[in-house]
């Protein structure tokens, strides 16, 4: 069955430091195209988790959203004790020069906190070395739900796409069953003019001709393809894991078809049927450009 490429995943991971909570988005792209939204991912193994991304998704816009949540034993950072009470000391020997009262000392402290180096604000790493196979697995868990979603949305894609291709295929006997009369039109059409130029015409070379003339606007061979590209359709979608891209070739060969068949109908009631065909690929394209 084939899948669709939107998708989205999310899972978390326990860490010595807190909890890591991972998602994957996907969209429609030509290409594997990887976007990492976080610094949080040591780069040892950023690149093999990208590979595995990359590898399992194959196609579309896939972007990995990272969010840290510290537990409470790693909130509080580590105080400069010694720092602090040397600018705390250097600070009470001018306390009594500028009569500062105990509110005003509280507030110095408090500014004291805030000087460089004081309190130690060194970034340090989320992801230890231990936490691999927890954040490992996490994303092995997210692309696991992500490819989950991409098959359900797979699925709906599937049945919607093959509805419209027999759709095409029977506006196309539709079609068929206005040749007999579009013929007579013509025939019609032509003794009309004829008629209205007031000459007489050899019945067997009329005949002759108007065969010549019919030709240019047989459509046996636009009918003969479409109903070839339309099985090659459902054979590559039915068939091919991922038939994204050649069934955007396919459809580009129907319309060709529809196309010619539209230009040479001569008949109203057969281009009304070409532009409900022409409206049910269009939505065939549309959603094949979101097919994997």
Do not use: W
Not at 19 to 43: Q, V
Not at 187 to 203: P, T, Y
Not at 241 to 264: A, D, H, V, W, Y
């Amino acid at each position: 069955m084939i899948q669709s490429m939107t998708g989205y995943g999310k899972a978390t991971a326990a860490l010595k430091a807190g909890t890591l909570t991972l998602e994957i988005r996907t969209l429609n792209g030509k290409s594997a195209d990887f976007n990492l939204k976080s610094a949080l991912l040591p780069k040892e193994m950023e690149l093999p988790l990208r590979q595995k991304i990359t590898d399992q998704l194959k196609r579309g816009s896939i972007d990995v959203f990272l969010s840290f949540e510290s537990s409470a034993e790693t909130t509080a950072k580590p105080l400069n004790k010694p720092l602090a009470k040397a600018y705390l000391a250097e600070a009470m020997e001018i306390a009594p020069e500028i009569a500062l009262n105990n509110e005003a000392k509280a507030m110095v402290l408090s500014s004291i906190l805030r000087f460089p180096d004081v309190v130690d604000s060194r970034k340090q790493d989320i992801i230890s070395e231990e936490d691999y196979p927890a954040v490992e697995a996490a994303f092995d868990e997210a692309l696991a739900a992500v490819n989950d979603y991409r098959s359900r949305e797979g699925a709906a894609l599937y049945k919607d796409v093959t509805s419209r291709i027999e759709n095409i295929l029977a506006l196309y006997d539709e079609v068929e069953k206005l040749e007999g009369e579009r013929i007579e039109a013509v025939r019609a059409k032509l003794l009309k003019a004829l008629d209205e130029l007031g000459q007489k015409v050899d019945a067997s070379r009329f005949e002759q001709e108007l065969i010549f003339y019919l030709e240019k606007y047989d459509i046996n061979e636009e009918k003969v393809r479409l109903r070839q590209h339309c099985r090659y359709f459902m054979d590559t979608i039915d068939h091919e894991p991922c038939p994204g891209r050649k069934l955007g070739f396919i459809i580009q060969e129907m319309g060709r078809e529809i196309n010619t068949t539209g230009s040479k109908a001569n008949h109203a009631g057969i281009q009304k049927l070409v532009v409900r065909m022409k409206d049910e690929l269009e939505k065939i394209r549309e959603q094949s450009m979101n097919i994997l």
